[in-house]
């Protein structure tokens, strides 16, 4: 069955002591609402562990920001999906429109991430969008299209059905500029039909579709309530526990 998550980057923010409160707020808060969807938690690498730790005790998931698209070896600086899977991380965000821009991820190298991830039992969230200049040549569609083909399409049905998309508008992350519920539902039905063309309704109607870029408490609402958009991947908004959970609260 299709989920409702809500999924926090918290990007290179917090320091340890802040990170643990800050996971701990998010616990609170879960124990005293009955929320209608799944949070994941996604802080930096040196934290996962203690995070970890919060999820064995309690209802939230944790995901990593990246991965290495290697098993070990001579990378300094990177880690690798076993590592993650040795601390019991759940979900890893890939992709993302900092990655592909500050560190030139390519499709290629994504294709590879996924694949990792997925041997070692991690669910990636697959980040897709296009940059401001896409969209007013109005190309958007063609962009997406070709990132979730060379990304995630050599993927077989049953490896497909561990994927979350995020959908991110890179001109609405970390702007203020949200896409409008219109938008977001257009893109969302899009991708559900590309996955639908290539793996079959079944598939389609239960991947999950996140939308990401300044999503937050105020407009979190009308943005999940379209039939495609099943939560949201949060940047700003999830660095504070109250932001975080009326985001959270915001599903019918
Ligand atoms: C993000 O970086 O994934 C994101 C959606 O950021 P923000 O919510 O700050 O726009």
Known sequence: MRKNIVAGNWKMNKTFQEAEELIDQIVVGMEKNSLKCEVIACPPALYLEMASDYAEESRIHIGAQNVSEHEKGAFTGETAAPMLASVDIEYCIVGHSERRKYFHETNEQ?????????????????????????????????????????????????????????????????????????????????????????????????????????????????????KDVDGGLIGGASLKAEDFLKIASAFE
Not at 154 to 175: C, K, Q
Not at 182 to 188: G, K, R, V
Not at 200 to 225: H, M, R, W
């Open 110 to 226: 994504l294709a590879k991430k996924v694949d990792i991830l997925l041997d070692y039992g991690i669910k990636p969230i697959f980040c897709c969008g296009e940059v401001l200049e896409e969209r007013e040549k109005e190309i958007h569609f063609d962009v997406v299209k070709k990132q979730l083909e060379e990304s995630l399409f050599h993927l077989n049905e049953d490896e497909f059905s561990n994927i979350v998309v995020a959908y991110e508008p890179v001109w609405a992350i970390g702007t203020g500029k949200t896409a409008s519920p219109e938008q977001a539902q257009e893109m969302h039905a899009f991708i559900r039909s590309l996955i639908a063309e290539k793996y079959g309704t079944k598939t389609s109607d239960e991947v999950s579709i996140l939308y990401g870029g300044s999503c937050n408490p105020g407009n979190a609402k009308t943005l999940f309530a379209n």
